[in-house]
């Protein structure tokens, strides 16, 4: 899928991902969107203790929220591949067939894969 393919609201979590990336430094940004339309930003958690990536923390803090599933996530990286962590916690709350919709640190969606 191309950025052209993309509806509104999946540029919008692209662009959350990209500038929370941006923002905080961090290796990945990423954005999840749940059953309600509500959106959960997150960026790479690296800390002596605790280390997640950004489309798992973005996931944890849906879930803390309250959402009972995903319609879609984005990560912003400069890695070639997605984590199978991150599909498996992607398809953990919203379901085989969720889409992930990954990005370049320029924002462009290189690729959108399924949650399977």
């Known amino acids: 899928m191309t950025d052209s393919a993309l509806g509104p609201e999946d540029r919008k ?3 959350l991902a990209r ?3 941006a923002r905080n430094g961090v290796p990945e940004g990423a954005a999840v969107r749940d059953e309600t339309g509500r959106t959960y930003v997150a960026g790479t ?3 002596d ?3 997640l990536s ?3 923390t973005a996931v944890a803090m849906a879930v803390a929220s309250g959402a009972k599933s995903l319609e879609a996530a984005a ?3 400069e890695a070639a591949e997605i984590a199978t962590e991150d599909l498996a916690a992607v ?5 085989p067939g969720t889409p992930v919709h990954v990005a370049g640190p320029d924002g462009t969606v290189r690729r959108t894969v399924a949650a399977d």
């Not at 398809?91 to 379901?95: F, I, M, P, S, T």
């Open 49 to 51: 203790s605790l280390r």
């Open 45 to 47: 958690v690296a800390l």
């Open 91 to 95: 398809r953990d709350l919203g379901g």
């Open 75 to 77: 990560v912003v990286t």
């Open 13 to 15: 979590i692209v662009t």
């Open 19 to 21: 500038s929370a990336r």
């Open 54 to 56: 950004a489309v798992r």
